[in-house]
């Protein structure tokens, strides 16, 4: 069965400092990875995904992230945060093929401070 | 593109109460999703429509709980007897049938309390 991990819930960082959440999956093939964003009252908002190709994945607002195999890691960055990217993150992993079953993780609530 | 909408956005009801929640999804996307989401945790499948076809039924979705696709559009999804476990928010989310990635959008969500 497919699993997410976010091993942090709560995390809390300076405006203009770096970010990185972390995140691991578990997933007997290739994995559809995904990284969502929820700000209070509002639907998942999708940052970036990972199917293939290059490892590095750029997404939108600034945010990349980074798939290691050898890890099974899939954690989320942005060289500066901005206090809008206060939020909760959701990491994600897909079956992908022809129906998308998609498990998530715990999430990570981002606290930005001035 | 008008995106995934969910009505109502709030619901208060009594423990014993039916209560049916309504998701459209983007006009041209045929498969849809419903998750529910509790407080502290990340969204958890509870089923998944192709077209009008419910294909498939997480185990968290007791006898109580039915989902419809009645012409491969709108969906419902109606909660029978609710029970204050039932509190939480309900998420709807399409894609479309041969995206590779299948990526989901998700609409904002119903909130449902139970009292």
């Known amino acids: 069965a497919q699993s997410v991990t976010q091993p942090d819930i709560h995390i809390t960082v300076s405006e203009g400092a770096s970010l990185e959440l972390r995140c691991n999956y578990s997933?007997?093939?290739?994995?559809?990875l995904f990284w969502y964003v929820q700000s209070p009252g509002q639907g998942l908002q999708l940052l970036l995904k990972y199917f293939s190709g290059d490892t590095l994945v750029q997404g939108i607002k600034g945010f990349e992230a980074e798939f290691k195999r050898s890890q099974s890691s899939f954690n989320l960055r942005k060289p500066s945060v901005h206090w809008s990217d206060a939020a909760e993150y959701f990491c994600a992993v897909g079956s992908g093929g022809g129906y998308q079953k998609v498990t998530f993780g715990t999430g990570t609530k981002l606290q930005v401070i001035p | 593109d008008t995106g995934v909408s969910q009505d109502p956005r709030h619901k208060i009801t009594k423990r014993g109460q039916n209560v049916t929640f309504r998701c459209d999804p983007i006009?041209?996307?045929?498969?849809l999703y419903w998750y529910r989401q509790t407080l502290g945790q990340g969204p958890e499948f509870l089923t998944y429509?192709?077209?009008?076809?419910?294909?498939?039924k997480s185990r968290l979705l007791s006898d109580r709980f039915s989902a419809e696709r009645p012409k491969g559009s709108f969906s419902t999804l109606e909660i029978q007897r609710t029970e204050q476990g039932d509190s939480a928010m309900y998420l709807c989310a399409s894609s479309l049938d041969g995206r590779r990635s299948n990526e989901q959008f998700f609409g904002p969500g119903t909130r449902l309390t139970v009292l």
């Open positions: 997933y007997g093939a290739t994995p559809y």
């Open positions: 429509f192709q077209n009008e076809a419910q294909l498939e």
């Open positions: 006009s041209e996307h045929n498969r």
